[in-house]
């Protein structure tokens, strides 16, 4: 209580002085703190600057004095660059702005701009916070500035690499943004190559003028570079002399400083990672580099891996694009509407070339007709070169080799399988390129090739030369179907040009048929073969009296210098009597050569190749054609199909021709022997009259002296068989009057019954003998009238009954019918008896021809001419004559020999006359 303080005063001072001790413990705590800060902002190397409330800048650290020069003093509006946005003083207050309207009166990466030392417009991320006094006023701002030219620069660079998809111009780039690096002196890239297993040097940007890699590539597993790709660390050195001898390799001259780091891409949904290969930074410098330049290579590394690969998949996608461009280029040639060879080639020329890019491409072409090889087509080759590439199949050649190994080749220099001359000619050594074979069905038809030129590109890739062997093989289907188009093409118009010619040799045949005599047939056989292009030949015909055969007629002036002397003995070597013996067409290709041609006759006519044509038939030689083929080589070297398919042509109407000429000769021989027979009938027609005349006398007088009916009945057959020896002779003069084309007919309206019922019972004896008879029906009676030649009438109708008593069967009916429709009338005599075969139902109406069914029991008697005869004369009266027969016999035996059969002949007659 006595202390000597007192409430009133001593407590007031006591609590001044205790807040002033409070308030100097308080300041030396900030004054130790901002020594302390003083200490980090002068270590730190981004620029710390300081300013006044008013704004003049108060404090500047050595990081910012560096960066924009001693400005303490200047107001900090200065250094804000104007623009057409705004001033500097506004940039100040914008800041300052920011600031006051924050919570904690702070701004952080505000990004503006102030000028360097140079006056040089820096990027800046700033930092800001309001100073405060001890009575906690404003007393100013302090901040930290980050220089954003190297962020700015990855940025931009990044940007450009994502926009950029050539991989070239990638690495160039990335080389191009790594000399930003104050004290880098070059920059390059290493990119692995799967194949060799090796980190190629791919770009390269220094400072000096024509800096070049001094070696291709290098290993992975070596030196700086191997070890960062191996390790996938960054490495930093700024002396590489300290380096161990094996981990760092001098590649360039004078490097002291070096900064390698990898090129990964790494997926960022698998987390999978993909070696690319390393960036690497030189400089001729000692302690060039630091930390942060690391950092800034690696992320500009991360930006080319992502750029890369990102390259990568938009190149895939562009060679898929241009390999499926090309193929499409040549699957549309292969499989359009107009095929053909020439376009297909084109367009593999055009896909290699001018879609996928290489160089130069030639195709090969395989020719069978002269087993080689050779150059067809090329693209960016000399022509001369085209000329020159031909070799045989089997020799050395690299072409040969491929098309008989079936199998592709590559080629990057020297081959002892490549022709030498050619070689160094074209100097082929300056190219890398490979040889593929184009396949149809298995078969090799020839090759592409395609390559680069060495200093533009030094290999073909693997992928280039699938997408080769895809284009190689559309070629081959599309030469394929080429082929087969080809084919259908000279297929269909070789059937119409066999067609044209099959036709009008058939018109040509009718007409041959019509003529009367040999000489003519033969001048029409040589100007029908004219017509279808075959001018020159000759005809020889078979002498059976001598045993020779002759030339008869020629075509050319050629062929006809040797007609006169071309006799072959049948029994001889020569061709034609060769033809004749073998019965087929022999070609002779090279006559001069062939031993069986006549070498006098060929050399005569200047023969080169002809084709002789047998002319037979019914297995009988009647003669040979000989077609001249010397100006048809291209058939003869060509197709032996088409030659035979075009030749047989020329066979068929041959051997109409053959027809044609023993018909003619036939005629000649039947027309002596029907004169000789005419002439003999004529001669037996006086003594007939004569004993016809006696034996009327002779019944006369029997019958007024009433003898024995049994001589009338022997008389009465002695005058029938006169009657028939009569009409024999009438049909043998009718036959030569008709081949005279004398015969009249005179056609009046009467009733056919009246000659069937006349010309029947002239018969009735005979058949009465046989146990037949004869049964008319009503049908006939009923038939009306209508116009006919009474004789020639009879005369049919005889030799119908005539031939129905003869074959019939004993004991047995011919039975005579009749049936009329609006316009005609038919007559139906059938008899049972022999049959006749079907194959024989015209044959025994041509005349001379009897059926070859005999009787067994019996012989027939006859000419053959009777059945002839009634057909001339129901079609002289407008109508035909048929037959059938059909077995009655359920015997096999009986029905393979024709015994028991129902025979038929039907005559039918139109009402009104209209001569056939």
Not at 37 to 42: D, G, K, Q, S, T
Request: with cysteine; aromatic share 6%.
């Amino acid at each position: 209580k006595n202390a000597g303080f007192s409430r009133e005063f001593d407590e007031p001072l006591m609590k001044i002085l205790t807040t002033k001790l409070v308030i100097s413990i308080k300041n030396a705590r900030l004054l130790k703190k901002l020594r302390d800060y003083e200490l980090i902002v002068e270590s730190t190397p981004d620029p710390v600057v300081m300013n006044s409330k008013t704004g003049y800048i108060t404090y500047m650290n050595a990081g910012a004095k560096n960066l924009f020069g001693d400005l303490v003093g200047c107001h900090v509006s200065e250094r804000y660059p104007t623009d057409e946005q705004s001033t500097g003083l506004e940039k100040a207050q914008e800041i300052r702005w920011q600031l006051l309207k924050s919570k904690d009166k702070r701004i952080k990466n505000y990004e503006t701009v102030f000028l360097g030392k140079d006056n040089e417009p820096i990027p800046l991320s700033v930092s800001v916070s309001i100073l405060h006094d001890e009575n906690g006023r404003d007393a100013g701002t302090i901040g930290i500035a980050k220089d954003l030219r190297e962020i700015k620069a990855l940025v931009a660079a990044g940007q450009s690499l994502i926009q950029t998809h050539d991989i070239e111009s990638i690495l160039k780039q990335i080389t191009q943004v790594c000399l930003r690096l104050p004290n880098s002196t070059r920059a390059y890239i290493k990119q692995y190559d799967e194949q060799t297993e090796e980190l190629v040097f791919r770009a390269l940007s220094a400072r000096e003028a024509g800096a070049f890699f001094p070696v291709r590539a290098t290993s992975k597993d070596s030196g700086m570079t191997g070890c960062v790709f191996q390790t996938q660390q960054p490495m930093l050195t700024n002396n590489v002399d300290l380096l161990p001898i094996n981990r760092y390799n001098a590649i360039f001259k004078g490097v002291k400083s070096k900064i390698v780091v990898p090129i990964t891409y790494i997926d960022k949904e698998t987390g999978a990672s993909r070696k690319l290969g390393v960036l690497s930074v030189d400089s001729n410098e000692l302690d060039a580099f630091s930390p942060s330049d690391v950092y800034f290579l690696s992320t500009l590394a991360n930006q080319a891996a992502v750029a890369l690969e990102n390259a990568n998949l938009i190149a895939s996608k562009n060679r898929m694009i241009t390999k499926l461009r090309a193929f499409d280029k040549v699957q549309l040639a292969a499989t359009g509407k107009d095929l053909n060879e020439d376009r297909i080639f084109d367009s593999v020329l055009d896909a290699v070339v001018d879609i996928l890019g290489f160089d130069h491409a030639t195709i090969s072409k395989v020719d069978k007709t002269i087993d080689m090889i050779g150059t067809v087509k090329g693209r960016n080759v000399p022509a001369e070169f085209l000329q020159l590439a031909w070799h045989a199949l089997d020799s050395k050649d690299i072409q040969a080799w491929v098309v008989r190994h079936k199998m592709p080749e590559y080629l990057d220099g020297w081959d002892e399988r490549l022709d030498r001359e050619i070689y160094a000619r074209f100097h082929h050594e300056q190219l890398v390129r490979t040889i593929i074979p184009i396949f149809a069905r298995g078969e090799v038809l020839g090759t592409l090739e395609a390559g680069y030129d060495r200093s533009k590109k030094a290999i073909i890739e693997s992928d280039e030369i699938e997408a080769l062997q895809r284009i190689a093989n559309l070629a081959g289907l599309g030469l394929e179907q080429a082929n087969l188009v080809k084919l259908m093409k000279e297929e269909l118009d070789l059937r119409t040009m066999l067609e044209m010619q099959l036709d009008a040799l058939n018109h040509a045949s009718l007409e041959i048929f019509n003529f009367a005599t040999e000489k003519e047939v033969i001048e029409h056989i040589f100007i029908s073969l004219q017509n279808i292009g075959y001018a020159k030949g000759m005809l020889s015909l078979v002498n059976d009296v001598t045993g020779m055969i002759e030339g008869k007629y020629a075509a050319g002036d050629n062929w006809k210098a040797i007609v006169l002397e071309t006799k072959r003995n049948l029994k001889g070597t020569d061709i034609l009597a060769q033809v004749l013996r073998a019965k087929v067409p022999i070609l002779s290709a090279n006559c001069i050569k062939d031993p069986i041609c006549n070498f006098d006759s060929i050399k005569k006519a200047g023969i080169k190749s002809q084709y002789v044509i047998p002319l037979i038939v019914n297995d009988k030689a009647v003669g040979t054609l000989q077609i001249d083929l010397t100006d048809h080589q291209d058939l003869v070297n060509g197709d032996e199909r088409v030659l035979r398919r075009r030749m047989k042509v020329v066979e068929t109407f041959a051997r109409q021709v053959a027809v044609a000429i023993r018909n003619i000769r036939a005629l000649v021989t039947i027309d002596r022997l029907e004169t000789n027979i005419a002439e003999t009938a004529h001669e037996f027609r006086s003594p007939l009259h004569n004993i016809m005349t006696q034996v009327g006398g002779l019944k006369d007088f029997l019958e007024q002296s009433r003898v024995d009916k049994d001589i009338d009945q022997f008389v009465a057959a002695i005058e029938e068989e006169i009657h028939r020896a009569k009409r024999q002779v009438d049909n043998t003069l009718l036959l030569r009057e008709r081949s005279r084309e004398q015969v009249e007919y005179e056609f009046k309206p009467g009733f056919i019954r009246e000659v069937i019922e006349s010309c029947a019972n002239a018969y009735r004896l005979r058949a009465l003998e046989r146990g037949l008879r004869i049964s008319i029906r009503d049908s006939v009676k009923r038939l009306p009238r209508l116009p006919f030649d009474r004789g020639k009438m009879e005369q049919a109708f005889t030799n119908l009954i005539d031939n129905a008593v003869k074959y019939s069967y004993a004991n047995r009916y011919i039975d005579i019918q009749g049936a009329e429709d609006d316009d005609k009338i038919y007559v139906e005599i059938t008899d049972r008896g022999l049959g006749i075969p079907e194959s024989e139902y015209e044959t025994i109406f041509l005349g001379f021809a009897r059926g070859d069914v005999k009787d067994k029991m019996r012989f027939i008697p006859g000419t053959g001419l009777g059945l002839k005869i009634c057909r001339e004369i129901m079609e002289k009266h407008g109508g035909n004559i048929f037959v059938s027969s059909e077995p009655l016999s359920r015997n096999p035996e009986k029905i393979k020999t024709f015994q028991d059969y129902l025979t038929t002949f039907t005559i039918m007659l139109p009402k009104i006359h209209r001569e056939r």
